[in-house]
């Protein structure tokens, strides 16, 4: 029997409605069962409420909602759940309902999705041998019936009394990571972290496509604060040492910094709007809105090259109106990434940010773009770049922190990508940055300009020191030898313009900023169209990595 909820339990209410309702039909439906059917409901209501749970009170404390709360709010009102090893270790003298983990198979936004969260209440969410079994099974699902997977995290880690039926076998705990490696680029996965995910179990969300943390109280570490302190002698706190907002920061382990848990869940629904089922669809189209009214794009992008341009207002004037899904906001923000519609039509974009260290490609940007485009061309979602950018960092200290591979990760991963591709030049477009943000070299579908656009090898300043650094040097006079800086800068700066590329057809077009949304959306149309038959595009998974 399914039981239906009236739409006034809601499930953005308290939740403590929703388990009286339940328990009222249970205990009225029970009345008319027999023996044996009246057990099912039983032990049901005991494994699925919250009310015998000891550390249900200390959730609360946290701010934190008891799991099968957290699957409620996620998944469509109408939702009918099928859930694979709710009874696992049932016997067991101690009580253990479903051996601190949850998986199911549920509807989110019309869509079947794979479900696997750990329930804090039973052993602190610890890994026991039927938590791992259930994890892979439902991962092993999940690539079969090619749904998304989301992993709600929140546990202690392994069970340290049950390691040695855990630990060494084929499949044992180990197995979940090889299943997350193997399974990315088939599906979506989503880590929603809600609280710790310490030692070995730290790479299941490292593993996974897009990580969301919960402010304050996730996160993630493969050694503790008291096992470093035994290790190396260093102190350091929970959140230093592997905190969301660390992670989101500096790390780059997170993709989403939220304040509460109802916030990474709705990061979750909203992020899937984005995605196919798995790698074998194309993101179904929406109905185009028009973007947020604003200033035009000729406004927005000052002519001195010199003065910073907020390139998140570009954004807006191109997409569809409050369409954009930022990726990474808070890490390496010298470069912009993240999810939008472009005339209803899904579309992943990565633009420099010259606001913030001249939008200069550093080794954390050039990572964070690379994870970005292999998550895109994982998923068939085609790449707008929006260029303006003096290139990359230089200097030891980016030399040590290995920029020449992280930039050639980045440059790799754009060259190989299948999916179409066009790249805007807004303003500067100097070196290696140009050829790295899909420039006319890296075979985009289309490299475009606006006519306030500079293509060139270098900046004016580089290029003048590069050329005349002995006549600079021989004049002595520092009025006399700043003027002469002046003056050549000023003659480089006007030589490098978009209409000499253009006339010698090194880019596609010249396109005025108030064509340019519908330029995109014609184009995207004409590149997407039966891409895979017209190109024999080979069938390739495009692996989602991270570094």
């Known amino acids: ?69 957290r699957i409620r ?23 253990l309902p479903g051996d601190a983990v949850v998986t199911l198979v549920a509807k989110i936004n019309g869509r079947s999705v794979a479900i696997i969260a750990n329930d804090l209440t039973v052993k602190a969410g610890t890994w026991g041998v039927k938590t791992i079994e259930k994890i892979m099974r439902m991962q092993e699902l999940a690539e079969k019936r090619k749904i998304p997977l989301i992993y709600m995290i929140d546990s202690a880690g392994a069970r340290l009394n049950e390691q040695f ?99 990474a869940l709705d990061a979750a629904s909203n992020y899937l709007n984005f995605m196919p089922q798995n790698w074998t669809e194309k993101v179904p189209l929406k109905e185009s809105v028009e973007p947020v009214p604003g200033k035009e794009i000729e406004e927005l992008v000052p002519a001195n090259q010199r003065i910073p341009m907020d390139m998140y207002a570009v954004i807006e004037r191109i997409v569809d109106a409050d369409s954009f899904f930022e990726f990474k906001k808070l890490f390496a923000k010298e470069l912009i990434t993240g999810f ?33 485009v292999s998550l895109c061309d994982a998923y068939n979602i085609p790449l707008l770049f929006l260029v303006d950018l003096p290139g990359f960092m230089v200097g030891s200290k980016v030399e040590k922190q290995a920029i020449i591979r992280r930039g050639a990760r980045m440059l790799s991963t754009v060259a190989n990508a299948t999916v179409p591709r066009i790249s805007v030049i807004i303003r500067k477009a100097y070196g290696a940055g140009y050829v790295v943000m ?10 475009i300009a606006l006519p306030q656009a500079q293509p060139a090898v270098m900046g004016p300043e580089a290029a003048v020191n590069a050329m005349y650094f002995n006549k600079i040097q021989s004049i002595e006079d520092p009025e ?61 998974k495009t692996v989602v990595r991270r570094g």
């Open 165 to 263: 039926d855990t630990f060494i076998d084929r499949r044992h705990a180990g197995k979940i990571f090889y299943n997350t490696a193997r399974i990315s680029g088939v599906v979506p996965q989503v880590a929603l972290v809600f609280g710790s995910s310490p030692a070995g179990s730290a790479y299941l969300p490292a593993l996974c496509d897009f990580v969301v943390m919960v402010d304050k109280n996730a996160s993630v570490y493969l050694g503790s604060p008291r096992m470093a302190e035994m290790a190396t002698g260093e102190k350091v706190t929970m959140e230093e040492m592997g905190g969301a907002r660390m992670h989101n920061q500096i790390s780059g382990l997170g993709d989403m910094l939220v304040d509460n848990e109802q916030d």
């Open 340 to 372: 939008c519609r472009i005339g209803g039509r899904a579309v992943g974009i990565v633009a420099n940010q010259s606001k913030v260290k001249g939008g200069v490609i550093f080794p954390e940007s050039a990572e964070k773009a690379a994870h970005f």
């Open 438 to 447: 899909s420039g006319a070299s890296m075979q985009p579908d289309a490299c």
């Open 1 to 69: 029997m399914i039981y239906s909820i009236n739409n006034s339990f809601c499930k953005h209410q308290v939740y403590w409605q929703f388990n009286y309702f339940i328990k009222k039909v249970t205990k009225r439906s029970n009345h008319n069962m027999g023996k044996i059917d009246s057990l099912v409901y039983e032990k049901l209501e005991n494994i699925k409420t919250s009310a015998n749970r000891p550390y249900y009170s200390k959730l609360k404390e946290q701010g934190k909602m008891f799991v099968r709360d």
């Open 73 to 95: 709010y996620l998944v469509d009102e109408d939702s009918i759940d099928i859930e694979n090893g709710i009874f696992a270790r049932d016997n067991d003298e101690q009580f």
């Open 480 to 540: 006399e030898r700043q003027r002469f800086i002046i003056e050549q800068r000023e003659k480089y700066n006007n030589d490098i313009n978009v209409w000499s590329p253009a006339s010698e057809l090194f880019i596609d077009d010249v396109v005025p900023g108030d064509r340019l949304r519908n330029d995109l959306i014609q184009r995207f149309e004409l590149y997407s169209e039966n891409r895979d038959t017209l190109e024999g595009i080979a069938e390739r």
